[in-house]
């Protein structure tokens, strides 16, 4: 379960369900700035990762109005709904769980596909179960780490790792040879492989 810190300052440790009792099975999540500084309302005891929440933008009203070369005018970013809060970078962080759980499904599916089409893919295993396994807590816990470095103050830098997964999927677009095709395969399953890799003690292996 992600729940959100209640940005209520340094008085929170009994609020529900984000209280202290409850970090050994809930994600506490709060917010970060784009620079990573925790925002100053979230208090920082008991948080398990912050995640961007300040100044998010929520809606825009013109899909035009970011352009790769030029700046968000005054008139533009009237347009742009923005939204602040850890309920904000909540949302972020169980949709990157959700991402997370899709990889691996997709890397057993592509694994699957890869040997009955061109034989083993060599070096790359992936648990039938893996996809059920990493939403257990401590699986899922780890497998936010792998997607980039986590600072002290516990926000995840998940540009290391999502930006080149991001570049070679658009990569795979378009018309590519079948040796091109299984090399991109065999990277997009590496990187599930890493994150099924999260799934390590015996007891979340065997399901207990």
Request: a positive charge; proline letters at 2%; glycine letters at 8%.
């Amino acid at each position: 379960m992600f729940c959100s810190s209640p940005d209520a300052g340094k008085f929170t440790q009994y609020d529900y369900p984000s209280g202290l009792w409850g970090h050994k099975h809930f994600f506490r999540i709060g917010a970060a700035r784009a620079d990573g500084n925790v925002f100053e309302w979230t208090d920082e005891a008991g948080i398990a990762f912050v995640l961007p929440g300040v100044e998010v933008v929520n809606d825009q009203a013109n899909s035009n109005i970011y352009h790769a070369e030029s700046k968000v005018t005054s008139d533009n970013a009237a347009k742009i709904k923005y939204e602040t809060g850890s309920s904000v970078a909540t949302a972020l962080a169980a949709g990157l769980a959700a991402m997370i759980i899709y990889c691996v499904k997709a890397s057993i599916l592509a694994l699957k596909t890869a040997n009955q089409n061109k034989g083993q893919v060599v070096g790359i295993a992936i648990l039938d179960n893996a996809a059920g396994m990493i939403a257990k807590h401590e699986a899922m816990k780890r497998a936010f780490t792998c997607l980039g470095e986590v600072t002290p103050n516990k926000f995840i830098q998940v540009w290391e790792e999502l930006d080149k997964i991001s570049s070679m999927l658009k990569s795979r677009t378009g018309d590519l040879t079948p040796k091109l095709k299984l090399e991109r395969t065999n990277q997009f399953v590496q990187f599930g492989s890493r994150l099924a890799n999260s799934i390590q003690s015996d007891g979340i292996k065997r399901g207990l």
